[in-house]
């Protein structure tokens, strides 16, 4: 029987979640927290996984995933990489588990198979639960609060009605050069396949994307969303001998991965770990202007002008100096988006880009997605599991898997966000 409290924590976008997550594992917790001073905890976060995910790679081992399957953490979905994961964490037998935010990436169903889960394992030991957005709340847990700064002051939770930050301009920086579409249509897949190891991923894919549209691409865990996008971007191999056209040209007719990704501006909750170099906020900006992991080229005036301009619109001009590093995930995740739109390329890419944001942050980001929607030419292909009610597509892409692949199903919206 558990005799500890469990706590439902919404935390800031401002706050070092790192560090706090740190100061509750070493048993240095302060107020109504510290009650897990002398206990044992562990951590179930998706960074975690990715970490277990990279040792596997390096040492070429299964720890965190079941011995008698011979498979490793990679190898599955994301809702079944939780799944083996938390046995991992039961395994260590701790007093209590830290959640962090552990329904992102997470299809309807596999959130509502690990909300059962979870109560059930209330019974027996504590939970932490970390969320940033105030729907990911657990129903069965009482205790709810908020930590809104790096003092890690429990506070009681904001009313539904607290001031949201929402973007306060529909100004839009011009881009440095327009892109030349001799065709409207940017992507055409003509009844596209792709398998692995002679496992079926999907199966005859009809998709046209064209200039100004604004798609949402939803699908189960392991359905080939993923898949999907690496055919996009130019990435994936089994594009070769299909018919699928890139920006014009068919894939395998001469062109070059960087000539179809000189077109797309791609924003994924992974790249915030791809950013390891100490540069400033302004500079990770400025390198969205050259398609580099941080900036390498000295910027033009124009250049700075243009980045200087977005900070101002995502109120963060004050923080152009401080290391990108430094920012909370949130921030980091901001910029990112910024950076994937700082071009105006023709087709953009946004992979779940609401994941890890607070619900100021979120709307925010929302808005400025309208506001790219109604105010340019882009083409978004939106990817979430989650519903936004402020966010509308004009269409939307689904992916329903058969034992043969996925199939595509085409959604259109009858009233879009206008």
């Not at 398998?195 to 939803?218: A, C, M, R």
Request: hydrophobic residues 40%; charged residues 20%; glycine residues 6%.
């Amino acid at each position: 029987m558990n005799n500890n409290p469990h706590w439902n924590i919404i935390l800031s976008d401002f706050v070092n979640k790192n560090q706090f997550i740190k100061t509750v594992l070493s048993g240095n917790s302060i107020g109504e927290l510290a009650v897990y001073n002398n206990l044992k905890g562990i951590l179930f976060s998706d960074s975690t996984i990715q970490q277990f995910i990279e040792k596997e790679e390096q040492y070429d081992i299964c720890e965190a995933a079941p011995k008698e399957l011979n498979r490793k953490l990679r190898t599955f979905s994301a809702g079944e990489q939780k799944k083996e994961f938390l046995k991992y964490c039961l395994n260590q037998n701790p007093d209590y588990i830290i959640l962090d935010n552990p329904f992102d990436h997470l299809d309807q169903a596999s959130r509502k198979t690990l909300i059962n889960t979870l109560k059930e394992l209330s019974k027996s030991l504590g939970f932490i639960q970390l969320v940033n957005r105030t729907e990911d709340l657990l129903s069965f847990i009482e205790n709810k609060a908020q930590i809104t700064d790096d003092s890690f002051v429990v506070k009681p939770v904001d009313t539904p009605t607290s001031k949201v930050r929402k973007m306060k301009t529909t100004f839009i920086p011009k881009p440095l050069h327009s892109y030349e579409n001799k065709d409207s249509i940017l992507v055409k897949m003509d009844s596209v396949s792709v398998s692995y190891n002679e496992k079926p991923i999907i199966d005859s894919i009809f998709w046209t994307i064209k200039q100004g549209e604004f798609w949402q691409l939803v699908g189960p865990n392991g359905s080939g969303k993923s898949t999907i996008l690496s055919m996009i971007t130019g990435e994936n191999p089994k594009g070769f001998g299909q018919e699928l056209f890139l920006f014009g040209r068919k894939k395998g007719s001469g062109e070059s991965v960087w000539d179809i990704k000189k077109n797309i501006g791609i924003f994924s909750t992974s790249m915030t770990h791809l950013f390891k170099r100490n540069q400033t906020l302004e500079q990770m900006v400025l390198s969205g202007f050259f398609d580099s992991i941080g900036l390498y080229i000295q910027p033009t005036i124009l250049q700075q002008q243009i980045a200087a301009q977005w900070l101002e619109v995502i109120a963060m001009g004050h923080l152009k100096n401080k290391s990108f590093q430094n920012l909370s995930l949130g921030q980091q995740r901001v910029i990112l988006i910024v950076r994937a739109v700082l071009k105006h390329p023709p087709l953009i890419i946004l992979d779940e880009p609401l994941e890890g944001l607070d619900d100021h942050n979120s709307a925010m980001v929302i808005d400025l997605i309208n506001i790219l929607i109604q105010e340019t030419n882009m083409t978004i292909i939106y990817v979430s599991h989650r519903v936004e009610p402020a966010l509308k597509p004009t269409s939307i892409f689904e992916l329903i898997p058969k034992k043969t692949g996925s199939i595509g199903k085409i959604n259109h919206v009858t009233n879009p966000v206008q």
